[in-house]
């Protein structure tokens, strides 16, 4: 986690710098082809970046949603020995 947010900080920073002028990184086209409308290659690692850390973002979510669900079995497994006894 900490390197995917490593990443975005630096390709966010390298960005923000583009867009103010210091750095000219307009020859670094995807498509050459499309001319001015083709996307950046740090736009595209912006994005790539991005759907990344959203993905992780989820699959913590389930796997701690998993953990919560496996303690809650176990507490009423405990309660269903209690009861029998």
């Not at 002028?21 to 001015?36: C, D, E, K, T, Y």
């Not at 989820?58 to 176990?74: F, N």
Request: aromatic residues 6%; hydrophobic residues 50%; proline residues 2%.
């Amino acid at each position: 986690m900490r390197w995917i947010c490593l990443v975005f900080a630096v390709i966010t920073i390298v960005s923000f710098t583009q867009d103010l002028g210091m750095l000219q990184l307009a020859s670094l086209r995807v498509i050459p082809g499309i001319g001015s409308n083709s996307p950046t290659i740090l736009t595209l690692l912006f994005f790539l970046s991005t759907i990344g850390l959203l993905l992780r973002m989820l699959r913590m979510a389930v796997k701690g949603e998993k953990e919560k669900l496996r303690a809650r079995v176990k507490e009423l497994e405990n309660q269903v020995k209690e009861l029998r006894k």
